[in-house]
């Protein structure tokens, strides 16, 4: 039982040179109907592995970036090391635990203090001198120097008192200016 095919050469209707042309025009209209499915297919694909080669592109700045932020923090955090080690004061210049006057400040909500000797509590007081914290203990470092490691790390100082400005106009027309105000009181 043979197709149409057979039926009609059998027929005389066709013959076999019609038959391999009517073949050929079948086979380029299915290969012409499943080849727009294949270059649909073939486009949804690259597409899909453009968009994950971006997803990729954009995860792999993400990391170097944060990377590049991490390095940039150590550089600053490195910084702020070198300017304390190099230009902090010797502790045995400002450190005195007989002191009956320490240095009270703030360290993480909580009061500190330091006992120093009083010159150097009076150059605290001043602004000449500030307290920064390096690993855990209080240094003394100009205050040129605290300017330079505010610019880098704001946190690493705890202490950097302002100088008062030189009020001396102000005076004249002060009404207490006789009475003297002692600078030695403790709260």
């Known amino acids: 039982m043979g197709g149409l095919k057979d039926q009609l050469l059998k027929a005389g209707l066709v013959n076999e040179k019609q038959v391999k042309k009517a073949q050929q025009e079948k086979r380029k209209e299915n290969q012409q109907k499943t080849a727009p499915q294949k270059t649909a297919e073939a486009q949804e694909e690259q597409a899909r592995r453009q968009q994950a080669q971006a997803e990729k592109a954009e995860r792999d700045r993400q990391l170097n970036l944060q990377r590049k932020e991490e390095a940039d923090r150590k550089a600053l955090i490195a910084q702020v090391r070198q300017l304390i ?12 635990p007989h002191s009956e006057t320490p240095y009270n400040f703030q360290d993480s909500g909580m009061v500190k203090r330091l006992f120093v000797a009083e010159a150097v509590r009076g150059k605290i007081i001043k602004g000449i001198v500030a307290i920064v914290k390096l690993d855990r203990q209080y240094e003394l470092i100009p205050a040129e120097i605290a300017d330079k490691i505010r610019q880098r790390d704001a946190t690493a100082i705890l202490v950097q008192n302002t100088p008062a400005p030189n009020t001396a106009s102000s005076t004249v027309d002060d009404p207490y200016a006789a009475y003297q105000i002692p600078d030695d009181l403790m709260w």
Request: zero cysteines; glycine letters at 0%; hydrophobic letters at 25%.
């Open 85 to 96: 080690e190099t230009h902090r004061l010797p502790k045995a210049e400002w450190e005195n």
